[in-house]
């Protein structure tokens, strides 16, 4: 007995033109830095990297905390805890922040060569966008 033929979803009637998304995916090396009042300093604010929270289908949420070197949680050498990330808000401006590293070479007054491999802060390409939209409808 031959099987009945499966409408492809664009030829089921009534199907609405219009896809949802409750929210977008990121990419995994946007670190978001979200602005929190320093500690004992109600008119201090610092910068304090928090980990996204991703959708899936499965239902809850997963953490996502980037790849960086520069910008990841550390343990205190003396009492073993983590030490949050705290930058002061006006070390980033509007352009954002760029963290490279790069070799520097330099000779010392005896003749002799140092080399090492250094970070510099670079102002950012502008108001750059991770993506993130809310409540997106968009054509199917």
Known sequence: MPRARVPARADVPGLPELTYTF????PE???????????GQPDGVRLRRVPLQQPT???APVPIIGHSRVLDWTLAPD???VVRLAVPEEEVGRAGLRVVREWRLARWTDGSVHLWLARAKRTGGGTASSGLRYDAVAPR
């Open 23 to 26: 929210a977008t995916t990121v």
């Open 57 to 59: 289908r499965g239902g």
């Open 29 to 39: 090396n946007w670190v978001p830095l979200v602005p929190t009042p320093e500690d």
């Open 79 to 81: 009492t073993g805890r």
